[in-house]
T-cell receptor, first 118, second 113 residues
Framework: GAVVSQHPSWVICKSGTSVKIECRSL??????MFWYRQFPKQSLMLMAT?????????EQGVEKDKFLINHASLTLSTLTVTSAHPEDSSFYICSASPGGMGNTGELFFGEGSRLTVL | AQTVTQSQPEMSVQEAETVTLSCTYD???????LFWYKQPPSRQMILVIR??????QNATENRFSVNFQKAAKSFSLKISDSQLGDAAMYFCAYPRTGNQFYFGTGTSLTVIP
């Protein structure tokens, strides 16, 4: 199947700093990628839909100025957590599908990134 | 609104036995896909099985099969001959728009040796 890779897997930062997480589709082009957030023992919550070459679409309640998403190429989307606070600590997961938004086939997930804000 | 419900937060099964995980969903669509994803301790989500709603035949992938009841909007996952490696969180998922998925709250499966 298709491969989606995230980096870094783990990151620890100080409160007030910014952290960037990368999501890459390694063997396919992804015009659309999705960013999820997962709290311990809870489900995945969709944060935003990243669209190549245009602005991301954020879910209700997600602060677009705190969670900056850039999808500059067909294989890379980045999530930047700005001015991080301890409550931003979470597991962040990206996903993509070779079929894009119009396809309801399998969704491939990155390995996830564990963010801890001290 | 389309939602996905998993009523079993935790389940356990003896190794080599069979276990069924429940999932119900709500949709007004007539043609759609349903998925079961597995999230092992490594945390990367892995597709277990997919069902297309217009197909009456239940999907099967080796030891994994589904019981899809479209009228009841039920989509349960059966794991046969359970193995230690099956221990994980299992999420039922429904794509609301394209690949924007709704996920259930998950079922944590423990496999007892």
């Amino acid at each position: 199947g298709a491969v989606v890779s995230q980096h870094p897997s783990w990151v620890i930062c100080k409160s007030g700093t910014s952290v960037k997480i990368e999501c890459r589709s390694l063997d396919f082009q992804a015009t659309t990628m999705f960013w999820y957030r997962q709290f311990p023992k809870q489900s995945l919550m969709l944060m935003a839909t990243s669209n190549e070459g245009s602005k991301a679409t954020y879910e209700q309640g997600v602060e677009k100025d705190k969670f900056l998403i850039n999808h500059a190429s067909l294989t890379l989307s980045t999530l930047t957590v700005t001015s991080a606070h301890p409550e931003d600590s979470s597991f962040y997961i990206c996903s993509a599908s070779p079929g894009g938004m119009g396809n309801t086939g399998e969704l491939f997930f990155g390995e996830g990134s564990r963010l801890t804000v001290l | 609104a389309q939602t996905v419900t998993q009523s079993q937060p935790e389940m356990s099964v003896q190794e080599a036995e069979t276990v069924t995980l429940s999932c119900t969903y709500d949709t007004s669509e007539s043609d759609y896909y349903l998925f079961w994803y597995k999230q092992p301790p490594s945390r990367q989500m892995i597709l277990v099985i997919r069902q297309e709603a217009y197909k009456q035949q239940n999907a099967t992938e080796n030891r994994f099969s589904v019981n899809f009841q479209k009228a009841a909007k039920s989509f349960s996952l059966k794991i046969s001959d359970s193995q230690l490696g099956d221990a994980a969180m299992y999420f039922c998922a429904y794509p609301r728009t394209g690949n924007q998925f709704y996920f259930g709250t998950g079922t944590s499966l423990t496999v007892i040796p």
